[in-house]
């Protein structure tokens, strides 16, 4: 199989997005037309990888069997490593996997109380509702940051989402509530427990120092981890490129995804991915692709 994530003329490979969101965390689509655009988009293989929770899952694979593509069955879990928030994607987990719903269930619990918690940090700068109106915003189970960020744009508090997290969400503002998300240990474990691939997401996004990004990785390696984001659609091209060569050097998989969370942001789109690098191993190199695509794919068992 070809190592790109894009198709060509001359190569029958498919195009892979393995990470993106649907209104069951803060898409804005809902799964079905999140599958939707994304055929339209020319993606062949798609993942479904919504924050903690798999609620989405069951939409998007009818929609996709319905469209003759594949649905990857994913998940993106928010961990805590040495202090910062990190998110661990799981791809082909088995969403019936206990230990990980059992997982995903104390996250969102704790989602839920920080939800609370960040509606009264912010009323103490006067902003009136803010749990409420997020809570109003969110389609799925889970609040998210995103829906305090679109309440205050809704609002007229901020201009745009940026400023939302610059000035009241962003680590060390008023309405930034820490806390233990899952360990690194605890959410390889869950995902490799369902039977999936654990994937490092956009390890740009988080600016660490060279030292450290290469301990974050070898804290992933030993839990189990197999793969590195290296494409996304929150990278830059030069970080792209970097990611890539140190996963080939490190040895691990790469995988690529958009992020993609609707249509709003219009600079970044399904299905839009420049190509794994030539010396990358791709994170679906032993998927079973080939036979009808069916609602009933399985982790491990895909054909
Ligand atoms: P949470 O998991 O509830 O803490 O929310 C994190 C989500 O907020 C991420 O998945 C992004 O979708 C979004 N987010 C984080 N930082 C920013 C930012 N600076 N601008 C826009 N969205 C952001
Ligand atoms: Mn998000
Ligand atoms: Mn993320
Ligand atoms: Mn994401």
Redesign the pocket.
Known sequence: MSNTNTPSADSPSRCFDLHTHSLQS?GTLTPAELVTRAQAAGVDVLALTD?DVTDGIAEARATAASLDMRLIAGVEI?VTWQGL?VHIVGLNIDIAGHALQQGLSRLREF?QWRAVEIGRRLQKKRIEGAYEGARRLAKGTIV???HF?RFLVEQGYVRG??QA??QFL?SGKPGHVPGQWATLDEAVGWIRSAGGQAVVAHPARYKLSAGKVLRLFGDFRECGGEAIEVISGSHTPEANRHFARVAAEQDFLASAGSDY?GPEKTWMDLGRLPALPEDCVPVWRDWKMAGPVTSQAVAGSLS
């Open positions: 803060d924050h928010s928030t989602r998210s940051r995103t960020a989402m940026q997290f610059k962003g969370h």
